[in-house]
């Protein structure tokens, strides 16, 4: 990058870049802004599946009812009392729309099922808001009163994320500079990388969202969240890599431009390739089946170009402004040892005794490795409705109650929309095992919508077989399609299970082909690759017993697997790619056993220490209330320590010095 690093850093003009760059930012930031999410039911839900047509559908219909609350009064002892019903039945008559309030059979429990006519997602949750606030005001002594149905368990979801991507963007920044200040050992070079990293996060956010809209792709709530930690901890992965060139490179020379101009250099080539691969994996995502995939995908890649431009851009003009005292106490002088020439490194000392014997390293490692990998055959995918949570919400324990008293799936009826003559098809559906009850709702424009009450609840295996079975006894009826969210959860895991097994071999196709033109071997990149993939068996079966033993989760979302694979792999080859590229440069004046020895001398602690801050960077995923996001980010976390502590320092390093110089081939470094 000569051009590159001649134009921005250098003495006179590195202040003037830095400003333009760094103003243009927070410009683009404050008078361009994040674009406004056009929130759909269907974003999260799969194309050509029956339960999206349903949804779709359910537009065309002139019904009154965009959604459905579900009132609950319960006795909180024994039965309710005649007083008590007499005026709760005052409040929810019988129409010619509806039954009014429904009694369970034990007495204990009434239901009023309310129309919620609002069409967006705030309009919901105000109106659901309105409802509880009705319905607890001046209760009968001895009652209780929640709200559940498909309108309170979307107002709920929707308040989960009220306030979280905040909290999400300050646990985030605080964690990275927490490692940073241990890092660095400085009261003031921890901060520019931060601030640094902290405006690209913003502006990745903004260009983002605003790449996303003009594509006409849609997006959900976790999107930005997610793109925040992504940002935060490749952007701050990059920043490491530099700034250990940086403090290597002023130990040998006085001028801090040109010491800065050579790390630049000699850190481009790998931070690009990284980047690189890491955009490639993650457009890949836009071959799945689930539109706020393809725009997660596309989104944090958007935010991968940004943390890259600013770690080679915006960084290096910004942090040779100081000067060296920016380091202190630890100024690095001329004459210094470079961490390459240490021999007290620790990074020697384990180099050496990996090297003294790879076969036991290789076969100890990958031993490991297996070992927790055995969990992956445990795994139980498909989280219902109830478990997507981790404080359970007033609509879900309402859900769980009502099953106490009324058929399970009273709450949240499975929906059938038909083309046919209604009367023909619920007598089909009341013919199939499992179903309590079917009525017709509404009609209008050639379509009717049936409401199915199903005895199982949701997320139940029982559940599961109904709906199949109700599919299969209407499918000679044209025309007619099941949805609801027990449908919605069978489609969304077979849209899934499809994304597997088209996007991850497609993510191993694009990594391996960076690899092969980045290293310009062969054996190095099926290497490096199958360490990786290794490393994600491993950090999904250690998860999947951290999940059932540690945090009680007793199944993994369907989507967890396909992300964490593509973000580990992606991730997880950046630090291979450090390592290899280092390797490489010093095998050409070394050799390749003393290159490999030297390379994992100099990175080992700043590829440690970004691997630390990335795990824990994922790790903060866990702020938000919602177990997907939870367990995606113990399963990265995971994986990530596994690969910066394991694969990189041991399993790579003797791999390479046990076939020496094969590892590279073909390619000759010396």
């Known amino acids: 990058m000569p051009d590159l690093t001649s134009l921005t850093v250098r003495r006179g003009r590195s202040w003037w870049v830095a400003i333009v760059l760094v103003v243009a930012a927070l410009a683009t930031i404050g008078l361009l802004g994040e674009a406004e999410r056009d929130a759909s039911t269907t974003d999260t839900l799969p194309e050509g599946k029956d339960s999206t047509a349903v949804v779709e559908l359910q537009r065309q219909l002139p019904q009154a009812e965009g959604s459905t609350a579900v009132v609950l009064y319960t006795a909180d002892s024994g039965a309710l009392a005649p007083a008590a019903l007499e005026e709760l039945q005052g409040r929810y008559p019988a129409t010619d729309q509806g039954p009014g309030l429904v009694v369970s059979k034990d007495g204990t429990a009434a239901i009023a099922v309310v ?179 393809r725009g997660l995908g596309m989104a944090c890649a958007v935010g991968i170009v940004v943390a890259a431009f600013y770690a080679l851009v915006v960084l290096p003009t910004v942090l040779v402004l100081f000067g060296r005292w920016v380091f202190w106490p630890l100024v690095p002088r001329v004459g210094q040892p470079t961490l390459v020439d ?9 180099g050496r005794r990996v090297q003294a014997r790879p076969p036991v390293f290789i076969i100890g490692s990958t031993l490991l490795l297996a070992l927790l990998a055995v969990g992956v055959t445990q795994i139980e995918t498909g989280l219902s409705e109830s478990d997507q949570f981790l404080d359970k919400p007033e609509a879900i324990a309402a859900a769980e109650r009502l099953a106490e008293s009324f058929p399970a799936g009273t709450s949240d009826p499975t929906i059938v929309i038909t083309r046919q003559d209604p009367a023909q098809v619920v007598g089909a559906i009341e013919g199939v095992p499992g179903v309590e009850s079917a009525r017709p709702v509404t009609s209008g424009d050639g379509l009717s919508e049936i409401d199915v009450v199903l005895a199982a609840g949701s997320g139940t295996g029982a559940a599961e077989d109904t709906v199949v079975a109700l599919r299969d006894a209407l499918a000679s009826y044209d025309g007619t399609w099941v949805g609801g969210t027990e449908a ?86 950046d630090y291979n790619i450090f390592l290899v590229s280092r390797a490489a440069e010093e095998a050409r004046g070394h050799g390749t056993s003393q290159g490999m020895l030297r390379a994992l001398t100099a990175t080992g602690g700043v590829i440690t220490s970004a691997g630390i801050l990335l795990a824990a960077v994922f790790a903060v995923l866990g702020v938000l209330p919602l177990v997907v996001l939870a367990q995606l980010g113990v399963v990265i976390c995971v994986g990530v320590l596994l690969d910066t502590l394991l694969v990189r320092t041991v399993l790579v390093p003797a791999i390479a010095w046990w076939l020496g110089e094969r590892f590279w081939w073909p390619r000759r470094l010396v």
């Open 342 to 350: 240490s021999d007290r490194s620790v990074w020697r000392r384990i």
């Open 488 to 573: 919605e959860s069978i489609d969304s895991a077979a849209a899934t299970s499809r994304d597997r097994l088209v996007i991850i071999p497609l993510i191993l196709v694009v990594v391996l082909g960076a690899l092969f033109i980045l290293l310009r071997s062969v054996v190095a990149p099926l290497i490096l690759v199958s360490t990786v993939v290794g490393t994600y068996l491993a950090s999904l079966g250690l998860s999947w017993w951290l999940f059932t033993g540690v945090f009680g989760f007793e199944r993994l979302d369907s989507g967890v697997p396909l992300l964490a694979f593509l973000f580990l792999v992606a991730l997880g080859v």
């Open 115 to 293: 129309p919620v006519t609002e069409p967006d997602a705030q309009g919901i949750a105000d109106e659901v808001e309105r409802i509880r606030a009705e319905a607890a005001d001046g209760l009968p002594a001895g009652v209780s009163s929640q709200v559940t149905g498909p309108a309170a368990v979307q107002a709920d979801l929707a308040a989960v994320f009220d306030g979280a991507n905040l909290r999400l963007l300050l646990a985030t920044a605080s964690v990275v500079g927490i490692l940073l200040l241990i890092t660095y050992r400085s009261p003031f070079l921890w901060l520019v990388p931060l601030i640094v990293v902290g405006i690209a996060d913003r502006l990745a956010a903004v260009l983002a969202t605003q790449t996303l809209d003009v594509l006409g792709m849609a997006w959900d709530e976790s999107t930005v969240g997610i793109l925040s930690v992504l940002v935060f901890g490749a952007g701050t992965d990059y920043a490491l890599l530099l700034i250990s060139r940086y403090r290597d490179e002023l130990r040998t020379h006085t001028d801090r431009y040109e010491a800065m101009r050579l790390a630049l250099r000699r850190t481009a080539e790998a931070v690009l390739s990284s980047a690189v691969t890491v955009v490639l994996g993650l457009l890949t995502l836009l071959l799945s089946l689930i539109p706020s995939t």
